[in-house]
């Protein structure tokens, strides 16, 4: 399925403003539904779900399909449903991208403390008035919890990335 921009009229925005609308939409997305299922489920008169179904079918965001049976049954559009569930292509890319940024920055904390920590040239803290040995620098410790942390963070992302990627692509295989 390719993705569907949504135009934000202000047919649309009349839509979206109405708390029952937004759970029609919501109901509509599990599946198709009946005035009467949508009045049942939504506790609502069924002459106040036609007006909001009006609304909706008015905005581009709900369909009626008369399939030539008794009911008339109400379904999503695209645009109805890229407005609940708006590209997730490009979710998806975020966060990986965003996984990846902080995946590098925990590697690179990790590099940054074990040249720090092999570097022989480990600088001193003078002592105060200037004689004496100088005290040694403890490793910087947490460059390390910065860096373990960063990229386990960074792997949880991806790993999330992926989930949602998968589930994605199952819910595209099981829409075509």
């Given at each position: 399925?390719?993705?569907?921009?949504?135009?934000?009229?202000?047919?649309?925005?009349t839509a979206l403003a109405s708390e029952s609308r937004l759970r029609m939409l919501k109901d509509?997305?599990?599946?198709?539904?009946?005035?009467?299922?949508?009045a049942a489920d939504?506790?609502?008169?069924?002459?106040?779900?036609?007006?909001?179904?009006?609304?909706?079918?008015?905005?581009?965001?709900?369909?009626a399909e008369d399939d030539g049976h008794a009911w008339v049954y109400y379904a999503l559009t695209p645009e109805g449903h890229a407005l609940l569930y708006p590209h997730d292509g490009v979710r998806i890319r975020i966060l990986?991208?965003?996984?990846?940024?902080?995946?590098?920055?925990?590697?690179?904390?990790?590099?940054?403390?074990?040249?720090v920590l092999l570097s022989d040239e480990t600088p001193?803290?003078?002592?105060?008035?200037?004689?004496?040995?100088?005290?040694q620098e403890a490793p910087p410790w947490d460059l390390l919890i910065l860096g373990l942390a960063l990229t386990l963070i960074g792997s949880v992302l991806v790993g999330y990335a992926y989930l949602r990627w998968r589930k994605?692509?199952?819910?595209?295989?099981?829409?075509?």
């Open positions: 399925m390719d993705p569907v921009d949504v135009v934000l009229t202000k047919d649309a925005f509509l997305n599990v599946r198709r539904m009946t005035i009467a299922e949508l939504l506790d609502l008169a069924k002459s106040t779900v036609h007006h909001h179904l009006r609304v909706l079918v008015d905005a581009g965001f709900v369909a990986l991208a965003t996984a990846l940024v902080t995946f590098v920055g925990g590697i690179a904390a990790l590099a940054k403390f074990l040249v001193g803290i003078p002592m105060l008035g200037g004689g004496g040995a100088q005290v994605r692509r199952r819910i595209d295989q099981d829409i075509s």
